[in-house]
């Protein structure tokens, strides 16, 4: 088990403790840990608020409501899982949508573009 395995375990909290004190101590030290932080996918993960495998593996940044524990009740724990993933999915589909909702103004004002440049001549759609 590597330095890492044993940072990962106490997770975002060590990592950011050890990055504060690299600076500290002299900053291009701080700046290596960043760039380790950064290539290593962790920093993506905080930033993003997505989940790597490192921390679902752990448990303890699955939600913000401090892991995905059972509650005990196992109605509720489905139903918890239920809302959770239709909300994923939503966010997903609200995503795309988005996608969509860019592509089509692109579209538009490129074809916009297009036909100013039709009307007026290459040259003095550029110009305007």
């Not at 996918?41 to 892991?67: I, N, Y």
């Not at 996608?99 to 001549?121: H, I, P, S, T, V």
Request: glycine residues 10%; neutral net charge; charged residues 30%.
């Amino acid at each position: 088990m590597g330095i890492t395995s044993k940072i990962d375990e106490f997770g975002l909290v060590a990592w950011i403790t050890i990055m504060v004190l690299a600076f500290a101590v002299a900053w291009p030290f701080g700046l290596v840990v960043l760039a380790y932080l950064a290539f290593s996918g962790r920093l993506k993960t905080w930033v993003k608020g997505g989940k790597s495998d490192m921390f679902k593996a752990r448990g303890r940044w699955h939600s913000p409501c401090g892991g995905n524990r059972s509650s005990g009740n196992a109605a509720f724990d489905e139903y918890k899982e239920e809302t959770l993933k239709r909300l994923e999915d939503e966010q997903n589909d609200f995503h795309s949508f988005l996608d969509r909702l860019r592509q089509a103004k692109d579209k538009a004002e490129f074809d916009q573009f297009m036909a100013d440049r039709r009307d007026n001549g290459p040259g003095e759609a550029a110009q305007a």
